[in-house]
């Protein structure tokens, strides 16, 4: 740790964006706590008998919202992380072709 900047990212013309030490803990919390909402949601889903398909979608639906809140412009990430997770436990669990 310690307050190198990260160079992960890049900003629209190529060069590095800078994240102070602030910045990069401030992203792993709401990584983390993204992590636990889609977590806890999967297991509502997964475990609630009386849940319906359509609790479940809107459920899904919100948890993707709530993510694009957090981190803004990163739909395509989301679709690629917790959307097919969250299909296929959606097809399991309501048997959805």
Known sequence: MGS???YSE???GGEPVRQTSEEIQDEQRRLRRLQI???MVMSVIGQDLSLTVDE????VADTRRA???MFPGK???FDLIYKPRLQ???RERFRIQ
Request: proline share 9%.
């Open 4 to 6: 190198q900047p990260d």
């Open 10 to 12: 890049a900003a629209p």
């Open 37 to 39: 909402m889609v977590n």
């Open 56 to 59: 479940a979608s809107a459920m």
């Open 67 to 69: 993510a694009l809140a």
């Open 75 to 77: 739909e395509l990430a």
């Open 88 to 90: 296929r436990l959606m």
